[in-house]
């Protein structure tokens, strides 16, 4: 949804009035859905096209949002939320595999950081647009949300090309050799499954925060009288994309002089700051403070993700598994976001939602002590050992 999350969060929040287990519960249907199919798709795109995947994903989670949007009823919301985590496996894994063929993985470098960059400038302005008709109706802002990633889908169809990749004889008996080459690839690196243990655990905490934030603001600590929460929150994300957009540039230039062991160093450094900055958001008192601290929290987020597939793209050196062994690794998170999901909502539900959120904070650690693990092992290696001859 890129820059519709703060609208279709407070969509939920204040149209739907969904309980803190109703959010749990709807982010828990996305993920079990992601769990089973991630993988399956994940060979459709090793297989016949990485193109192909993205734009049926991209075109099926457009259709999701829309029909949000038009629902008002709770349970219709999260079962089409079971229909949008269908949509985002068919693009998981299949766009980062598609970028790294078309260049080449020594290519690749701090190529998504910059991405990440581009991204920032472009959803700030995607959140003007979405905060200024959310103004006047969030659900309006919902539909349009979703049109506008059905129409990036088919300017994908035309625009996207794909020469990097070579499509497999469409047999039932390939795309089982897929799965199980892509496993056994992944068996193979110790770095890799760490890296898929971390998923486990950053999933699990993830979705209490994913998922709660805003009805935290809203429900235990309140706006002022002169601040309405879409502008509030729009003007918070506003900020973080600036912020993020001018921080990038700096953790390029250090990928670009040290390589992939700066990007371990710092996805444990950025972990740890998450988990301090997410508990500080939960236990803090006065709207000010509380927001302060929601946007350092999503500022150090949203440098994890980029720098995690840098270095999984790093590691897989077979083109053939790409999107597969991607694909396990998202499963991976999705693992830990359902398996959390229900807890961390019966928590809020029963002890208030700052508890679930410091609970969610507190799962997550062991993600950086695994990071950690990881980038001793990767110190270790040499270059040539971990595709790294781009390093």
């Given at each position: 949804?890129?820059?519709?999350?703060?609208?279709?969060?407070?969509?939920?929040?204040?149209?739907?009035?969904?309980?803190?287990?109703?959010?749990?519960?709807?982010?828990?249907?996305?993920?079990?859905?992601?769990?089973?199919?991630?993988?399956?798709?994940?060979?459709?795109?090793?297989?016949?096209?990485?193109?192909?995947?993205?734009?049926?994903?991209?075109?099926?989670?457009?259709?999701?949002?829309?029909?949000?949007?038009?629902?008002?009823?709770?349970?219709?919301?999260?079962?089409?939320?079971?229909?949008?985590?269908?949509?985002?496996?068919?693009?998981?894994?299949?766009?980062?595999?598609?970028?790294?063929?078309?260049?080449?993985?020594?290519?690749?470098?701090?190529?998504?950081?910059?991405g990440r960059r581009a991204a920032l400038g472009g959803s700030l302005v995607g959140l003007a647009g979405a905060v200024a008709v959310g103004a006047f109706s969030l659900r309006a802002a919902i539909v349009a949300s979703g049109a506008l990633q059905i129409s990036a889908g088919v300017l994908c169809i035309a625009a996207m090309r794909e020469t990097g990749f070579v499509r497999r004889p469409p047999q039932v008996r390939r795309l089982f050799r897929t799965a199980v080459e892509g496993v056994r690839f992944m068996r193979g690196s110790t770095l890799l499954l760490l890296l898929a243990a971390t998923e486990v655990f950053g999933g699990f905490g993830a979705e209490a925060f994913d998922r709660l934030t805003e009805a935290h603001v809203i429900r235990d600590i309140g706006f002022p009288s002169s601040i309405t929460p879409v502008y509030g929150f729009g003007v918070v994300s506003a900020i973080s994309m600036v912020f993020g957009f001018f921080a990038v540039r700096p953790l390029i230039r250090r990928i670009d002089r040290d390589g992939i062991t700066a990007v371990a160093r710092m996805l444990v450094l950025f972990t740890l700051a998450t988990v301090a900055a997410q508990i500080l958001f939960a236990v803090g008192d006065g709207f000010w403070l509380v927001m302060a601290f929601f946007l350092a929290a999503i500022l150090t987020r949203g440098f994890l993700g980029p720098l995690y597939t840098t270095w999984l793209n790093d590691l897989v050196t077979d083109s053939s598994v790409r999107a597969t062994v991607l694909s396990i690794s998202g499963q991976a998170n999705a693992i830990g976001q359902a398996a959390g999901g229900p807890v961390l909502g019966v928590l809020g539900n029963v002890f208030g939602i700052p508890y679930a959120l410091v609970a969610g904070a507190l799962t997550t650690l062991p993600a950086a002590a695994l990071y950690?693990?990881?980038?001793?092992?990767?110190?270790?290696?040499?270059?040539?050992?971990?595709g790294g001859e781009g390093w």
């Open positions: 949804m890129g820059t519709g999350w703060v609208v279709f969060d407070l969509y939920l929040v204040n149209v739907l009035r969904l309980t803190p287990l109703q959010l749990i519960l709807m982010g828990t249907v996305m993920e079990a859905t992601i769990f089973v199919c991630e993988v399956p798709t994940g060979i459709i795109a090793d297989t016949y096209s990485r193109k192909l995947s993205y734009v049926a994903g991209v075109l099926g989670t457009g259709t999701a949002t829309m029909l949000v949007g038009l629902t008002s009823t709770a349970w219709i919301a999260i079962a089409l939320w079971g229909f949008w985590g269908l949509s985002y496996t068919f693009t998981s894994g299949a766009f980062e595999a598609w970028v790294t063929d078309e260049i080449g993985v020594e290519n690749v470098g701090s190529l998504f950081l910059r950690a693990r990881a980038t001793q092992r990767q110190a270790l290696l040499r270059p040539a050992e971990v």
